[in-house]
C-alpha cells in the first residue's frame, strides 16, 4: 500500500484526556489537557503541555505542581467544558459541581469524582512555541476502590478513560492483548 505524504503536524493519536487541577484551596482552576504523558519510570513523570495564555499556566508556573485527574465517559461534556471556558472568569469547580478534596502531598487540589488522581511537582518546564512543557514528579497516586481490579491494579474496564483523536472523543474498546503476549508460550 502505497504511503501518502503529510505535513508535519501532532499526528500522534490516541491521547489521553485529563483534567488537570492547580492552585489551592482559595484559588482552585481545571483545565482540560489532551497532551499529556508518562516521560521517566524511575523517578515516575509525566508531563503536560500548557498553551502561556491559559490561566492554569500561571498557577501552575507560580504554585509548582498540579494534579492529572483521569476522568470517566460519563465526565466526557464537563471535560469539553473546562477546556472551552477560562478560569480566569469561571469558577468550573462550582460550574461543573466538582467537588474539590484536598491532596495529599501538595496544594492543587483533586477532583474527587475522576476515578483516578495523579499528584506532580513540578520539575521541569520548557519554552517550546506555542505550548509550554510542565514535567512533573508523580509524588502520590490516588484511585478509587471500586475501579480496583482483584490483582491491586486499576481495572480499565471500570475507570473508561476518554480518548483524543483530532478533535474528537473516543472510549478505549477492548483489551486486545497485554505485554509481552508475543512471547509467552
Known amino acids: 500500500m502505497p504511503k501518502i505524504p ?13 483534567l488537570v ?12 489537557i489532551a497532551w499529556c504523558g ?9 508531563s503536560i503541555s500548557v498553551r502561556p495564555g491559559r490561566h492554569s499556566h ?5 504554585k ?9 465517559e460519563d465526565l466526557l461534556k464537563k471535560c469539553d467544558y ?15 459541581n466538582f467537588t474539590m478534596t484536598p491532596s495529599s502531598k501538595i496544594s492543587s487540589p483533586m477532583i474527587e469524582e475522576c476515578p483516578v488522581n495523579i499528584e ?13 512543557i510542565f514535567i512533573g514528579e508523580i509524588v502520590a497516586v490516588h484511585a478509587d476502590k471500586d475501579m480496583m481490579s482483584k490483582d491491586g ?16 472523543y473516543w472510549n478505549l474498546g477492548a483489551k486486545i492483548g497485554y505485554y509481552g503476549f508475543s512471547s509467552k508460550k
Open 153 to 168: 491494579k486499576i481495572d480499565f474496564e471500570k475507570a473508561r478513560p476518554i480518548v483524543y483523536n483530532h478533535g474528537e
Open 64 to 72: 509548582g505542581n498540579f494534579v492529572v485527574n483521569i476522568p470517566r
Open 58 to 62: 500561571k498557577i501552575i508556573k507560580q
Open 21 to 32: 487541577s492547580s492552585g489551592d484551596k482559595d484559588e482552585a482552576n481545571i483545565i482540560t
Open 120 to 132: 506532580c511537582n513540578v520539575i521541569k518546564s520548557l519554552e517550546l512555541g506555542a505550548h509550554d
Open 6 to 18: 503529510l505535513p508535519p503536524s501532532e499526528a500522534l493519536y490516541p491521547v489521553p484526556v485529563v
Open 82 to 96: 473546562c477546556g472551552m471556558v477560562s478560569g480566569s472568569n469561571t469558577n468550573k469547580f462550582k460550574a461543573c
Open 38 to 46: 508518562v516521560v521517566c519510570s524511575k523517578p515516575p513523570m509525566l
